[in-house]
């Protein structure tokens, strides 16, 4: 909370720098206040239209909202914004144990465009924009979190073939420091470790809803539907409605009309 009233206090005191806009639209964020971010980024977007970084986080909150084509249209249009520009490291708002930041601003575009079409069930468009993640950088947080979605994205589309090619880049020994989940996931999807061997897939937290919903979508390619299903109602159960993993299994029990109507805590 101190954090949120810092960067606040700094905005409205220059409210002509579209830095200090941004972190007080983060800061409102991380406190779960999603549309009163976006209303920050739009107040912002109105004032600095050709600011990238506003599209980029709005459409991240929009996906935290379920609103899918409106983080669709809001990252598209990013994703036109930095053709030709040079990539830059994000600053991280949550800093991990080492505090080294491991994304980039095309990276993140890239990765929740993908994302919001995943969740439209567009898989072929979800399926270019990781393409295009992967390809932003050669980081190996962002190698195996792209490669992840890449990979389900194949298996899903029974493109098994495919799905295998894209795990090339995936070894033992990568220097990955925040995804290692995603990590654990692509070694489980290349044969390198078993399945006991990935994290635990119990408890509310974004990671144990990425690697039960990674897990959930193997039973579905081997045709093992009831386990399926039961780690999609899983993670349901869990207090962790904002974790990329939750809204996943959200989406294609939604899709499966398995859920009457979207929860909205």
């Not at 999603?34 to 986080?57: C, N, T």
């Not at 880049?169 to 489980?188: S, W």
């Amino acid at each position: 909370m101190e954090q949120y009233y810092e960067a606040k206090t700094a905005y409205l005191k220059d409210t002509t720098d579209v830095d200090l806009l941004i972190w007080f639209g983060r800061r409102t964020a991380y406190l779960g206040n999603y549309e009163d971010a976006i209303a920050i980024y739009s107040m912002g977007i109105q004032r600095f239209p050709r600011e990238v970084r506003l599209y980029r986080h709005r459409g991240h909150r929009y996906i935290s909202l379920r609103e899918f084509d409106k983080a669709i249209a809001d990252l598209e249009h990013g994703a036109e914004l930095i053709q030709g520009t040079p990539n830059e490291i994000e600053p991280d708002g949550m800093p991990n144990a080492m505090n080294i930041p491991v994304s980039t601003l095309h990276g993140n575009i890239w990765y929740h465009l993908g994302l919001a079409y995943y969740l439209n069930h567009d898989f072929e468009n979800a399926y270019r924009a990781y393409l295009n993640c992967r390809e932003s950088g050669e980081n190996p947080d962002n190698i195996v979190s792209s490669t992840h979605w890449l990979y389900m994205i194949q298996r899903r589309l029974g493109n098994k073939a495919i799905a295998d090619s894209l795990l090339l880049p995936i070894e033992d020994g990568m220097e990955v420091i925040e995804n290692t989940n995603y990590y654990d996931l692509c070694k489980f999807y290349k044969g390198l470790i078993r399945v006991d061997a990935l994290s635990s897939t119990t408890g509310s937290s974004a990671a144990s809803d990425a690697v039960s919903y990674g897990l959930a979508n193997w039973y579905l390619y081997e045709g093992q539907q009831e386990k399926r299903l039961e780690l999609l109602k899983a993670i349901l159960g869990r207090d962790s409605w904002t974790s990329f993993g939750y809204i996943a299994a959200e989406s294609d029990l939604l899709q499966m009309k398995l859920l009457d109507s979207l929860n909205t805590k």
